[in-house]
T-cell receptor, first 113, second 112 residues
Framework: DVKVTQSSRYLVKRTGEKVFLECVQD?????MFWYRQDPGLGLRLIYF???????EKGDIPEGYSVSREKKERFSLILESASTNQTSMYLC????????????FGPGTRLLVL | KQEVTQIPAALSVPEGENLVLNCSFT??????LQWFRQDPGKGLTSLLL?????REQTSGRLNASLDKSSGRSTLYIAASQPGDSATYLC???????????FGTGTLLAVQP
């Protein structure tokens, strides 16, 4: 069975903290993605990676960075968390960048106080 | 810029009804269109993927159609059940941005 896991389901952080969200997939997929989901705005792509150590900006990369040191793991980093980064963060992976099914993790609900 | 719209935003039906969810997109140059289901507080589960060369895809009680020229897709759910209650999202891949662009979803409630 396909599996994408995320390190935390719920996270509470303070403004200015450095935050790490981790995602692991067991399908040997080249491509991994980070989205955030907000009411009324839908899912928006933050960053994606099409290979180890490779990354590309999505639609809303400001305030975020990513790391992909191993094929199965893709990390999203909030360098200095702000309240407007309170959101649901979803990780996904696929065998093709955007032309095949994306498999999603359960999500991390982040609250920045 | 590709825009994906889903109407209605919310829908409530009695159990057993057949129903149709709608998705429209502005740029017809797509690779595929995908339908997902999202349960409250959870991630997305892929339901159906229709390639741009296809007209429809079926999985069990679900049937998705695609009309590229008019920029529309429908998700038909037959004999709805309370377990079908969830948010249904469509997403299109391709177009000028070559990314997956999501609609904001339709929240479906099937009343027992």
């Amino acid at each position: 069975d396909v599996k994408v896991t995320q390190s935390s389901r719920y996270l509470v952080k303070r403004t200015g903290e450095k935050v790490f969200l981790e995602c692991v997939q067991d399908m040997d997929h080249e491509n991994m993605f980070w989205y955030r989901q907000d009411p009324g705005l839908g899912l928006r792509l933050i960053y994606f990676s099409y290979d180890v150590k490779m990354k590309e900006k999505g639609d809303i990369p400001e305030g975020y960075s990513v790391s992909r040191e191993k094929k199965e793991r893709f990390s999203l980093i909030l360098e200095s968390a702000s309240t407007n980064q309170t959101s649901m963060y979803l990780c996904a992976s696929s065998s093709d960048r955007f032309q095949e099914t994306q498999y999603f993790g359960p999500g991390t609900r982040l609250l920045v106080l | 810029k590709q825009e994906v719209t889903q109407i209605p935003a919310a829908l409530s039906v009695p159990e057993g009804e057949n129903l149709v969810l709608n998705c429209s997109f502005t740029d017809s140059a797509i690779y595929n269109l995908q339908w997902f289901r999202q349960d409250p507080g959870k991630g997305l589960t892929s339901l159906l993927l229709i390639q741009s060369s296809q007209r429809e895809q079926t999985s069990g009680r679900l049937n998705a159609s695609l009309d590229k020229s008019s920029g529309r897709s429908t998700l038909y759910i037959a004999a709805s059940q309370p377990g079908d209650s969830a948010t249904y999202l469509c997403a299109v891949a391709g177009g000028a941005t070559n990314k997956l662009i999501f609609g904001t979803g339709t929240l479906l409630a099937v009343q027992p």
